[in-house]
């Protein structure tokens, strides 16, 4: 049957580094309440000027280097991003001409933190569908545009950053042994929209707006919804926590990601985290993590990983993969 392959990995995180005591004199904040409350030190800021498209440039590049294929080799590319350059048109479409693409399609997917595992999935789609052989895949955020530098219990928790992976149709032989993607698990549920938002919009505000959330309501919320998308991805495949060699969450928060693995039974020591240096990235940050554990040599080929996110919505959902 076909697969869907990762077979190049790229990230990119904007130069500026806004660390935990930056922030004195912003909002009445501790490094010490930080760390604590979220396992967040710092988080990468873009410069002035620098867009979501930049970032999305520079890991796309980055990954299509890793997998040895340039823009013609492309059918298409789907850019998760809840941070987009403009309204319209897609930040994909900026990307595809940077990149010297002028064939294929390219289009923006919004499931805010989930986004990645959104795009991902809906590239799996196309390629067992045989619609496309090889699919770039990034998401890319420049939340730092979109927060209320005044909101102490927002501010603090986000980043910007970028990660892609290119995606390609594999012949394999049906089996929970194949590389590539082995079940893929989206949920969302329009009831907690208020929870998690933006308060602004082209055809409501007519503002960009500023993000709003709930904290306690969302990390009540997490721990279950993850759950009940990764024991979807167990049901479908007869694989379980013990199967795993990786864990690669969204990186919105340690506790939650604790609590998640904990629940699950999902040893601490499998537990990919890079929400410590780079804060919630939202749709870039599943990327950035599996690239930093792809690169320096931990997630290797043959292993078991599985993905999962949780976000504004809200939107769930998990993606077991083989390596
Ligand atoms: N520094 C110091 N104090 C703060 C800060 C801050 N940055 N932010 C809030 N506080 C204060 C609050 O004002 C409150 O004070 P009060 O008791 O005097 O009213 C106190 O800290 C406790 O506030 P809580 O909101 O109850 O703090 P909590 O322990 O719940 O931690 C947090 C807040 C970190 C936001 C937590 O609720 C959380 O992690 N929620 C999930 C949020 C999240 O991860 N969102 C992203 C996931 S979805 C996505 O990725 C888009």
Not at 209 to 218: A, H, K, P, S
Request: aromatic share 6%.
């Amino acid at each position: 049957m076909i697969r869907s392959v990762i077979t190049g990995c790229g990230s990119y995180s904007p130069e500026r580094v806004m660390k935990n005591t930056d922030f004195e004199g912003i909002v009445e904040t501790s490094d010490e309440w930080i760390v604590q409350r979220t396992g967040i030190r710092q988080r990468h800021i873009a410069a002035e000027g620098e867009t979501t498209a930049d970032l999305a440039e520079k890991a796309a590049r980055e990954a299509m280097a890793d997998a040895g294929v340039t823009a013609a080799d492309l059918d298409l590319i789907i850019l998760a991003t809840s941070t987009p350059n403009n309204t319209f048109p897609a930040t994909a479409v900026e990307v595809q001409h940077r990149l010297g693409m002028d064939h294929g399609a390219a289009f923006d997917s919004q499931a805010v933190c989930t986004g990645f595992i959104f795009a991902l999935t809906t590239a799996d789609q196309y390629i067992r569908t045989g619609f496309a052989k090889r699919v770039l895949v990034i998401g890319a955020e420049t939340f730092s545009r979109i927060l209320d530098w005044e909101d102490r219990s927002t501010c603090v928790l986000f980043g910007d950053g970028a990660g892609a992976v290119v995606v390609e149709s594999s012949e394999q032989a049906g089996t929970n042994g194949d590389r590539g993607i082995l079940t893929a698990h989206l949920r969302s549920d329009g009831a907690h929209k208020d929870k998690l938002y933006v308060d602004g919009g082209p055809s409501s505000t007519g503002t960009v707006g500023y993000l709003r959330m709930e904290g306690r309501e969302v990390f009540r919320h997490a721990v279950a919804m993850i759950a009940d998308v990764i024991e979807a991805a167990y049901a479908a495949t007869g694989l379980t926590s013990r199967d795993l060699d990786w864990f690669v969450p969204h990186q919105a928060n340690k506790r939650i990601i604790d609590a998640s693995a904990r629940k699950l039974g999902i040893d601490p020591s499998k537990v990919i985290i890079t929400v410590d240096r780079h804060g919630n990235t939202s749709a870039a940050s599943i990327p950035l993590a599996l690239c930093e554990a792809v690169g320096d040599g931990r997630i290797k080929r043959g292993d078991l990983v599985m993905l999962e996110a949780m976000g504004g919505g809200f939107t769930w959902g998990s993606l077991l993969l083989r390596w």
